[in-house]
């Protein structure tokens, strides 16, 4: 069974870079035709997916995120990351982790709140 966890701070400057890592158990993260996401849930909003790597390590990402993000891999840890640079309050949310096949989100990790202080 796979199972995902966030890790990071929970509370970071405004302009400061955001790093949060995924750890992975119970699966690689090199496996065939799986992907890897980031989604984040704003207070009082709904999910934004932010971005994505393949097995492949190929990225994608959200074009209202793109100039601010980056999701690299550590295949040695079995581990994502997550870097979203100049932070501002509005980057406040819950951040959630996820194991993404065929188009649908089919393992979730329990999320951490990240808040922004301005």
Same mark, same amino acid.
Not at 63 to 69: E, G, H, I
């Given at each position: 069974?796979?199972?995902? %966890?966030?890790? =990071?701070? @929970? *509370?970071?400057?405004?302009?400061?870079?955001?790093?949060?890592?995924? /750890?992975?158990?119970?699966? +690689?993260?090199?496996?065939?035709?799986?992907?890897?996401?980031?989604?984040? %849930?704003?207070? =009082?909003? @709904? *999910?934004?997916?932010?971005?994505?790597?393949?097995?492949?390590?190929? /990225?994608?990402?959200?074009? +209202?995120?793109?100039?601010?993000?980056?999701?690299?891999?550590?295949?040695?840890?079995?581990?994502?990351?997550?870097?979203?640079?100049?932070?501002?309050?509005?980057?406040?949310?819950?951040?959630?982790?996820?194991?993404?096949?065929?188009?649908?989100?089919?393992?979730?990790?329990?999320?951490?709140?990240?808040?922004?202080?301005?």
């Amino acid at each position: 069974q796979v199972q995902l %966890q966030e890790s =990071g701070p @929970g *509370l970071v400057n405004s302009s400061q870079t955001l790093n949060l890592t995924c /750890t992975v158990s119970g699966g +690689s993260i090199t496996t065939s035709y799986y992907a890897w996401s980031w989604i984040r %849930q704003p207070p =009082g909003k @709904g *999910l934004e997916w932010m971005g994505v790597i393949a097995y492949d390590d190929s /990225t994608f990402y959200s074009p +209202s995120l793109r100039s601010r993000t980056s999701i690299s891999r550590d295949t040695s840890k079995n581990q994502f990351s997550l870097q979203l640079s100049s932070v501002t309050p509005e980057d406040t949310a819950v951040y959630y982790c996820a194991r993404e096949v065929a188009g649908s989100m089919d393992c979730w990790g329990q999320g951490t709140q990240v808040t922004v202080s301005s």
